[in-house]
């Protein structure tokens, strides 16, 4: 049995495992959540002819599994979900950029809590140059090639954190401070005033949810980094 390397929260009573350390292990002690793990296997690391694109669904999850850089917590706090998400990021900031930090919420019926929290909390998390992604069964955002994609669909309610990648644009139109937060980690050559003013002008304050296909701004051949 391989050992599992662990972090608790310091505002929570919430536990980050390394579960690619001993995936087998770590799915047998988290029964609830071990339908993340299979999810990880059987859609995000494989190619889906419906996402619009070659190559798996999420480009990521393989490399930070194989890089043993996948921590993920499973939490029945879903008063405190800010808070959990402010441990997650805490362990998030001491990661390579190969890493990632799952929070489940394997007992949360109301999935508009995960909205809530990822709106309460993204813009820091933007600032500080990673995403925060909301996951939840049926959540409604688009993919990038296709409309009727929904890469956030997920098998239990979490919010995930992860590198900013030059190819989540469309995630970040909706404010300029997020925008300014892309091009500083993405375009950190032009000058800072020059980011500023880009971002104010591409901007797009009513971006939801269905826009995010129409406003991709990769082809097909530009994969993220």
């Known amino acids: 049995m391989n050992a599992l390397r ?8 919430a536990t980050w495992w390394c ?13 609830r959540s071990a339908p993340v793990i299979d999810w990880f296997a059987d859609t995000l690391m494989r190619h889906d002819p419906a996402q619009g694109r070659p190559g798996p669904v999420c480009p990521f999850v393989k490399p930070a599994a194989a890089q043993h850089n996948l921590w993920i917590a499973e939490s029945d706090d879903t008063v405190e979900i800010t808070r959990a998400i402010d441990d997650a990021f805490d362990l998030y900031r001491t990661l390579d950029h190969s890493g990632a930090v799952l929070t489940v919420f394997p007992g949360l019926d109301d999935t508009a809590r995960i909205d809530a929290a990822h709106a309460a909390r993204k813009s820091d998390i933007v600032g500080a140059g990673a995403m925060l ?14 409309r009727d994609y929904r890469p956030l669909h997920a098998p239990l309610p979490m ?29 950190p050559g032009l000058p800072r005033k020059l980011r ?19 406003l991709r701004a990769h082809f097909q051949d530009e994969h993220a980094q």
């Not at 069964?137 to 090639?145: F, K, Q």
């Not at 469309?170 to 404010?175: A, N, Q, T």
């Open 159 to 187: 919010l995930v954190i992860r590198p900013m990648m030059n190819t989540d644009f469309p995630f970040l139109v909706g404010r300029p401070e997020w925008l300014s937060a892309y091009f500083d980690r993405h375009a």
């Open 19 to 31: 579960v690619y350390d001993d995936p087998v292990r770590w799915a047998a002690e988290h029964p």
């Open 6 to 13: 662990s972090t608790r929260g310091r505002r929570t009573a």
């Open 196 to 214: 500023a003013m880009i971002a104010e002008r591409m901007h797009v304050p009513d971006a939801g949810p269905a826009s995010i296909t129409d």
């Open 133 to 146: 992604g909301q996951f939840y069964p049926g959540c409604p955002v688009a993919g990038l090639w296709s």
